[in-house]
């Protein structure tokens, strides 16, 4: 089991084995969470790239057009102004 030592400001360091296991390098972001047992669960805040393919995309959406979005904000101004 990998230890660290807080210090009196609140840091620590996070051990290499960790590291490793998290892919994390200086620079990246953690997050801290609490579960609902009280268990402390420490999590990369940062993605890879990679990982955000295909996020957005939804099957069987018709792509719309730029001529379709400006009517739509049209439609929806002047539902607004009445």
């Given at each position: 089991?990998?230890?660290?030592?807080?210090?009196?400001?609140?840091?620590?360091?996070?051990?290499?084995?960790?590291?490793?296991?998290?892919?994390?390098s200086?620079?990246?972001?953690?997050?801290?969470?609490?579960?609902?047992?009280?268990?402390?669960?420490v999590?990369?805040?940062?993605?890879?790239?990679?990982?955000?393919k295909?996020?957005?995309?939804?099957?069987?959406?018709?792509?719309?057009?730029?001529?379709?979005?400006?009517?739509?904000?049209?439609?929806?101004?002047?539902?607004?102004?009445?």
């Open positions: 089991m990998a230890t660290a030592t807080l210090t009196s400001k609140g840091q620590t360091t996070i051990p290499k084995e960790v590291r490793d296991h998290l892919h994390v200086p620079g990246d972001k953690l997050d801290f969470l609490i579960d609902a047992e009280g268990r402390v669960v999590r990369p805040a940062t993605l890879d790239v990679r990982q955000l295909g996020m957005l995309k939804r099957k069987r959406v018709k792509p719309v057009s730029l001529e379709e979005m400006d009517r739509a904000i049209a439609e929806g101004a002047a539902r607004k102004r009445a």
